[in-house]
């Protein structure tokens, strides 16, 4: 039960993070416009293909309803990767991940993160581009770090204790990152990333027993 409470509450987290503007049900319609048009560019030509301009077309709103939203097109792709991050936290909390030990399910979480990114590549390509660029909305580590990767940590943990669970989650996130810019790369297949994946979750948490046992 306590796991499930703490898994639902960072999913809220994460949901209020993305809905804090206050919108009214007009704007709210706007808005999934908008990020459905970025979706669809993005897969269609990649994170040159996403242009502010482009997505107003798409969407049908002038150009200046896109930046009354969002201050660029990084910002706007890194919301659509937050919005995806969110329907993946909303799937974990229907099927929560099993496994006997915290490192099994935070490994499953990581395999389900993969999967959703091998999806759609363009998007995840995109996705890298927009978190790697200058726009400090868009590449916030503290952002991603507390607001997505906490998230997926407490789904798959609750309250278990675990050592430095915030130390853990940055590491695995870094680790994630870095697969998930080979896969968008074509530099790795996704059974390839999920091997690394699982080896590192082993690792850390190994690494982790020891320090807390000593």
């Known amino acids: 039960m306590a796991r499930e409470s703490a898994s639902a509450k960072s999913g809220s987290d994460l949901g209020r993070y ?3 503007r206050r919108l009214t049900p007009l704007q709210s319609s706007r808005l999934e416009r908008l990020r459905d048009a970025a979706r669809s560019l993005a897969a269609e030509g990649g994170y040159s293909a996403v242009t502010m301009r482009a997505v107003a ?3 049908g709103v002038g150009l200046a309803t896109v930046y009354r939203y969002f201050s660029s ?3 706007l ?5 937050a919005q995806k991050s969110m329907d993946v936290i909303d799937e974990l909390q229907r099927t929560p991940p099993r496994g006997r030990t915290p490192a099994r399910r935070v490994a499953t979480v990581f395999r389900r993160m993969l999967t959703a990114t091998a999806e759609d590549l363009q998007l995840a390509a995109a996705g890298v581009a927009a978190i790697t660029s200058s726009d400090p909305i868009a590449s916030s580590p503290e ?3 507390q607001m997505v990767m906490v998230c997926y940590m407490d789904v798959a943990l609750g309250e278990e204790q675990v050592g430095d669970r915030q130390a853990i989650g940055e590491m695995l996130g870094h680790v994630f990152f870095s697969l998930m810019c080979g896969l968008a790369a074509g530099r790795m297949s996704l059974e390839e990333a999920m091997s690394a994946m699982d080896r590192a979750v ?3 948490f190994d690494g982790a027993a020891a320090s807390h046992g000593g």
């Open 143 to 145: 952002f991603w770090n």
């Open 18 to 20: 993305l809905s804090a």
């Open 57 to 59: 077309e798409r969407a």
């Open 73 to 75: 097109k990084d910002h």
């Open 202 to 204: 082993a690792l850390v």
């Open 77 to 81: 792709i890194a919301d659509v990767h």
